[in-house]
């Protein structure tokens, strides 16, 4: 119990995260151990809070001088974008926000960290997706802020495959809007041909899922990552290591992610963190 080990006061920054279901977050756990590990006098609580009473919530949080800011998750990340004072750039393209600061004013800032935890994760293990082509099999909301984090990153080609062409096409479509100069096309299920393979998909959550992406088409000199946690090894995983690719699991975007939040709602003491 992380809380019997703190003491809350009148000084403690508190933090919120804001889904519906809420009962599987795990990130109140991990950003309480960091604020702990960062001696940082602050607590994260969960809000469980349903899409039609969120503008509501919001609109209170904005009250609280003791509110350090909040994650965002299910069903509220497009949601949130219209109830804040200002989005970041990425947040403001992607049309979806995962962490709220609040200001001293009591202006709530909001920035969209997942694709960009990804993408972090990927340079963490030495894989840096610029000047890179990147094959990205998805395209519902996990492969939506990948796309949006490897274009930002600089790949020299995205190519997005997805069941649901019409998906694929639209979600090419605004990267086209946001970066005019964006290098993204529409693929089929051969991933052959670029240097990153990216499963987007929610294929490979699931015992007997299909695979995402045509695996007989891998070659060893691609490397080919995983957005999916657990199980740590998808079948997808597996193909690409038999075709003796180089693998990345979507644990390590997990460690990257809880870094960037932590520095954008002010829980790291670092030179240059957000307060
Ligand atoms: P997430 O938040 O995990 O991204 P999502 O927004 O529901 O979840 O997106 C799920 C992705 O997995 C989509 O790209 C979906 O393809 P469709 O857009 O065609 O639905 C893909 N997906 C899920 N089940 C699939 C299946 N059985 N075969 C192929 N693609 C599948």
Redesign the pocket.
């Known amino acids: 119990a992380p809380l019997s080990l703190r003491e809350i006061t009148g000084h403690t920054k508190v933090y919120g995260i804001l889904a519906d279901p809420i009962h599987h977050v795990k990130t109140p756990q991990m950003l309480n151990a960091l604020m702990t590990r960062e001696g940082r006098d602050g607590v994260m609580v969960p809000f469980h809070v349903s899409p039609e009473e969120l503008p509501a919530l919001v609109k209170g949080l904005k009250a609280v001088k003791s509110l350090g800011g909040f994650v965002v998750t ?1 069903p509220h990340k497009t949601a949130i974008v219209d109830l804040l004072d200002e989005v970041s750039d990425s947040a403001r393209r992607i049309g979806a926000s995962n962490v709220v600061r609040r200001e001293a004013d009591g202006r709530l800032v909001g920035d969209m960290l997942d694709g960009k935890g990804f993408v972090g994760g990927l340079i963490a293990a030495g894989i840096a997706p610029q000047g890179k082509s990147v094959y990205l ?8 802020a990948i796309a949006f984090a490897f274009v930002e990153a600089g790949v020299s080609r995205l190519t997005i495959a ?4 019409a ?2 096409e639209d979600l090419a479509a605004r990267l086209a809007d946001a970066f005019p100069d964006a290098p993204v096309e529409i693929g089929t299920s051969d991933p052959s041909g670029h240097d990153i393979v990216v499963n ?4 490979g ?1 699931k015992d007997g ?2 695979l ?1 992406l045509d695996a007989t088409r891998l070659s060893p000199e691609q490397v080919v990552a995983e ?2 946690m657990q199980p740590e090894e998808t079948a997808i995983l597996a193909a690409a290591k038999a075709k003796g690719c180089r693998t990345h699991p979507g644990k390590p975007m997990l460690a990257c992610q809880l870094e960037l939040m932590a520095d954008f709602l002010g829980m790291r003491a670092l030179p240059g963190a957000a307060r």
Request: a positive charge; hydrophobic letters at 40%.
């Open positions: 299910v099999a998805g395209a519902g909301g996990a492969a939506n997805n069941r649901t062409r998906k694929a987007g998909t929610s294929l959550l899922d299909p995402p957005v999916i």
